[in-house]
């Protein structure tokens, strides 16, 4: 084996400082290195500053690698993934991992990180106790959400808000307890911190500032927690967030110095010049940061420095804020605390929730805390970090650069005046600079092409906009927006996802505030997006939600099926195809009465009323509800037909009993709302004459148990069904049909129907979710059936006495 002649470096730390360093290196010196990394967590590098949207639910952790494998192969770099460095021979150049590894080095970068800091109150050891600093920190509050009630968060600063409002999201009872009397003392003034608590707490969150904890109670486990004045707090699961403290026992066993970090010079290296240190481990020039905005800056003076090339080193850092707490808009930068020789320019819009405190020393802006309209953060930012004379933008400042630069005009005018080193990504330390270079260089022309190269807008994608303004400024005539998910309508921006994951992240609950809050272009809506709109309302909050009737179409409104000539057709239902005497009779007397002309079998085993007067409606359902028949919802947007055979009961080939369990599919799932018409079938044996192969949800009887099927389509697209599983019990194929629906209602855009949805998520993306975890089905089955609870009033009894009375009266004639 030939022994490599290039320097040996050694990372110690797979995170982000260590790993951006190594970027930065390949970009200015490749293959300069004999690479070898140590991380203690067994994963990936990925990025730690989105654990909080993976908690909320918006990301998994497949979202916030930042380098892959094949990344790693590529570059020839060897990576120790959950083995940990526990030694340092300085004398002899080698360090020792936990597995007994010992790697020689030329050059050595500690990027060992913070931890987080746990307030030794008694009981602080006890079980469930944790900290948020890592993905099994997440992966634990997920857990233990799906089990436990109450959550206390100790902490509000960053790291406690944003894991309250994931736990919040998760289902539990969360309460916030803060020593200090606002929230995010560090970020935010006092108002802006009322403004923040004043939201959460409409998100559900309890609060409680200037509690000072004494105890967590409970024996092994912890049950509550309880506050030096005598308040106490329920707790199955308790956060500690009250914040971080450099990782030095490394750096500080093996001789190197320290102080509240390890200490480096502006070039990164400690006090032994073959080591260097970067991020949260470090301190420099007394300073110990603890976001993510200097790592980027000190990763490349260290890659300059290991490259060998001549760099000003590293100046400190200028540091911003944002809470990673969807829908709540907030921004903090500088030095805002105020005081002697400073002066604030305040702009406030109560009824907008819109707070903006901007500090100005020596006709300077040093600070600034915005709330509820953080647009201008990056105009305000790079103005601080500049040391901009802001005598002739003072009287206008606070309207925000639109205002100021005329950018109404000339979209391109913001982002073309940001100089080369201004920060669009904060979340990925990406300048102007590095993503026109890109453009330019790698003849990129669209969003997911930057994003793809350079990281940019990648991670909570609230820089989206503003990337998208430097391409188009870059490529002037050339760039073409990208098609991607397209808005909901000409109404928003906003794509069928967007609307939906705002709707629940802002727990709004009518159609007039999600046009509202979500900023939408016109004041009423159109005919596409209101019946969208409400029926995401719907599904997100099935009996809180506010319906509106105008968001209906005609026949969801008069429920009945509007014809040509103007009459009306109705379609009681039968469960399972199945119908009696009585039922019959009823139907022929309302046939006689009401003088109907057509009465027809429709293909899904139901008899179609043909030809009704509108102003009969209502006293032709009064006439089959006394029968006991209810709307067969032909006319919606929900569950239509279960169509069966005979199955056991008559047929020579039946394995099982096909009927009973249609009945019982039909009584479970009957007026259930869904984007999309929704029809189901079970055939007895697999000759399939109920055609449950081409049905949204079909079932196969066959003699050990049943098939279960989905994603069919009779309709001008025929689509066989994909087949989703087999199951032995009628238990579950009722539980799995239960979860498959919900599935669809809570992912398919409205007016998408399972063929087109599966075809989009594919096939493997449902079997995943329902086949390979019980308990996701189960809470999914759990969610269809809370709907449920309000879905199952029969509309055509309630307009029989009634309800909506103006719907089925004739016009005036006039004249």
Known sequence: MTKSKKPRLVIVGNGMAGI??????LKRAPDTYDVTVF???????????????????????????LNDWDWYEANNIRLHAGDPVIGIDQKRGFVFSAAGRKVAYDKLLLATGSEPIVIPVPGHKKNGVITFRDMKDVETMIDGAGRLQHAVVIGGGLLGLEAAYGLSTLGMKVTVLHLAPHLMERQ????????????????????????????????????GVRLKDGRSFPADLVVMAVGIRPNTWLARSHGLATGRGILVDDHMITSNPDILAIGECVEHRGLCYGLVAPIWDMARAAADTLAGSDGKGYQGSAISTKLKVTGVDLFSGGDFSGGKGTEDIVFRDAARGVYKRLVVKENQLIGAVLYGDTGDGPWYFQMIKDGTDITPLRGTMAFGQGFEEGALSDPFKAVADLPADAEICGCNGVCKGTIQTAITEGGLTSLAEVRAHTKASSSCGSCTGLVEKLIGFTLGDGYVADSGPKPLCGCTSLDHGEVRRLIVAKGIKDIPSVFQALEWRTPDGCHTCRPAVNYYLLCAWP????????ARFINERVHANIQKDGTYSVVPRMWGGVTSAKELRAIADVVDKFNIPTVKVTGGQRIDLLGIKKDDLTAVWADLGAAGMVSGHAYGKSLRTVKTCVGTDWCRFGTQDSTGLGVKLEHATWGSWMPH??????????????EATIKDFGIVCVDSGYELHVGGNGGIHVRATDLLCKVTTEEEAIEYCMAFIQMYREEAWYLERTAPWIERVGIDHIRDRLTSDSEVRIKLRDRFLLSQKDAQDD???????GVDAHEYQLLATIG
């Open 20 to 25: 951006r360093t190594l970027e930065e290196l």
């Open 677 to 690: 018409k929704f029809k189901m079938a079970v055939s007895g044996c697999p000759r399939n004459c109920a």
């Open 543 to 550: 009996g809180e939600y506010q319906d509106d009737a105008r």
């Open 795 to 801: 509309p055509w009894a309630a307009r029989a006495k």
């Open 39 to 65: 991380g203690q967590e067994p994963r990936l590098n990925y990025n730690r500053i989105m654990l909080s949207p993976i908690l909320a639910g918006e990301k998994a952790y497949q979202d916030i690698i």
């Open 188 to 223: 935010l003034d006092t108002a802006a911190g009322t403004l923040l608590k004043q939201e959460l707490e409409r998100r559900g969150l309890d609060i409680i500032l200037e509690a000072d904890t004494a105890e967590i109670t409970g024996d092994d486990r912890v049950e």
